[in-house]
């Protein structure tokens, strides 16, 4: 009687160090998903960064190469100058309009995969604190079991 009860608590044991060794990994998962989506965010807001001050330095160019012109042959081509800013101006908010659209859509994109992985991580942790509860009724039960 005595050996069963020994082996009950070696089983007892082994499992509370493996709901512990579980627990730490999902704690280390956890942390390791916040790290990569942390980095995915500063990759996200670099490119995004890297991007708005390309375009910002490409319209930049090229407004002041327009300005030349216009100012050198303004008198001469009045309609034609007001008509091209007007496209200008026209390509330039359709180009920065699907590029919100673009950088909206990849956020909402990330966010909703930083949910699922948060949601899996909840999932995981109600799990194991199930298995834990269950383990305790078990254990409660073997000691208070007549020897």
């Known amino acids: 009687m005595l050996e069963?009860?020994?082996?009950?608590e070696d089983r007892l044991t082994r499992i509370e160090r493996a709901i512990v060794e579980m627990k730490t990994m999902v704690e280390q998962r956890f942390d390791q998903m916040r790290a990569e989506m942390n980095r995915r965010f500063d990759e996200s807001d670099l490119t995004t960064n890297k991007r708005f001050d390309e375009m910002d330095a490409k319209t930049n160019k090229r407004f002041d190469e327009m300005d030349v012109k216009t100012n050198k042959r303004f008198d001469e081509m009045d309609v034609k100058t007001n008509k091209r800013?007007?496209?200008m101006?026209?390509?330039?908010?359709k180009r920065f309009d699907e590029m919100d659209l673009k950088t909206d859509r990849r956020f909402n994109e990330t966010q909703a995969q930083l949910k699922?992985?948060?949601?899996?991580v909840r999932d995981d942790i109600r799990i194991v604190a199930e298995g834990h509860v269950a383990l305790e009724k078990r254990v409660t039960v073997l000691e208070n079991r007549p020897r």
């Open 116 to 120: 699922s992985l948060i949601e899996d």
């Open 4 to 8: 069963s009860i020994v082996v009950d």
């Open 89 to 93: 101006d026209a390509k330039t908010s």
């Open 85 to 87: 800013f007007d496209e």
